[in-house]
C-alpha cells in the first residue's frame, strides 16, 4: 500500500510517496524474484506470527535465537527472515516442546513484539546464483579463485593448518577444526557447505581432484576418520569442519543486499547470529 505525504518546503508542497507492506507481501516479492519456481512443499514460510502485520523492517539472519530477536527489536525491524530453524527442529514442529519453557519464552516474546518469523531456506538454496553460496564466496573473497562455478577453487598456496587458521580468524571462530597433515601444502579446495552428509562429501573424495574438503559439518565416523586414514597412509587429503553456522551466515548478509534490489522502501539489515559454541582449554 502507498502512502502520500504532503510536505511544505521552503513554501512549495511536495508529494512524498511512502511504501508500506505486511509481511505477506514481503514474502510474495520474495517468490516473485527467485529464478525457481516456488514448490509447495517446503520450510519456507511463516514460522510465528502473522501474515497481515505491518512492517517496519527487515532482519535477515541465519538462525532467529533469542539473541538475534533482541537486536531486531532494537533495530525496529519486526520481519526475521531466517535460514535455519526458529524452534530447535527442522519443520519448526511446536508440539514437540509444546510444554517447554523456553519454547514458550520465545512465542511469548514474538507475540509481545508483534514479529513474524519467516523460514527463507529451500528456494535460496535453489535460485540461481545460490544466495547462501554466493555470499560465503564474496566473504571469503574467492569469487576470481573459482572453477566453472563448482564451489572448487584454486586459491593462492597454503597449508591445511595456515588454511583452518585463515578460516577462524576470518570467522571468529574458536571451533573450527582440521583433519590432516598441517604442513600439508593446499592450493585447491572443494567447499561443500552446510549439513550436506557424507554421500556429497565421498562422492567429491571420488570424482573430484582437490587438496581440502572444506564443510560445515561432518559426522565424526565417516569423512573425518576416512581423512584421518588417508593421511596415515600418504595420501594428500585434508578436511576442514567449519560447522554448519559458520559456513553458511555469510549468506544471509547476501540475502539483505539481495532484498533491497526490490524492496527499496523497508529498513533490511543483517544480523548475524554467530556461532554460540565456544572452545574449552587445555591446561
Known sequence: MKIIYTVL???????????????????????????????????????AGSGDTKITGIATTFMAT????????????????????????????????????????????????????????????????????????????????????????????????????????LFNSEIIRYVGDPNMEVQKVKLILGAAGSRAHFNAFMNEDFDVLVVGEAQEWEAIPYVADASNIGLQKGLIVLGHTDSEEAGMDYCADWLKNFIPNLPIKFVPSNNPMKAGKVK
Not at 13 to 20: C, D, I
Not at 33 to 38: I, L, R
Not at 111 to 136: K, M, Q, Y
Request: proline share 3%; hydrophobic share 40%; with cysteine.
Open 66 to 169: 533469542m539473541e538475534v530477536l533482541k537486536k531486531a527489536v532494537i533495530e525496529n525491524c519486526n520481519l526475521i527472515i531466517t535460514h535455519e530453524p526458529t524452534f530447535y527442529n527442522h519443520f519448526d514442529d511446536l508440539k514437540m516442546l509444546e510444554t517447554d519453557p523456553v519454547q514458550k519464552a520465545k512465542l511469548a516474546y514474538i507475540e509481545a513484539n508483534n514479529l513474524v518469523v519467516f523460514r527463507f531456506h529451500d528456494h535460496i538454496h535453489r535460485t540461481s546464483p545460490d544466495g547462501i553460496s554466493a555470499g560465503v564466496i564474496k566473504r571469503l573473497g574467492w569469487e576470481s579463485f573459482e572453477i566453472a562455478k563448482s564451489m572448487l577453487f584454486e586459491i593462492p598456496k597454503n597449508n591445511l593448518k595456515g588454511l583452518s587458521d585463515d578460516f577462524a580468524n
Open 9 to 47: 518546503f521552503f513554501g512549495i508542497l511536495f508529494e512524498v510517496h511512502s511504501q508500506t507492506y505486511t509481511a505477506k507481501e514481503v514474502i510474495e516479492l520474495i517468490k516473485q524474484n527467485v529464478t525457481c519456481e516456488w514448490q509447495d512443499e517446503t520450510v519456507d514460510n511463516i514460522k
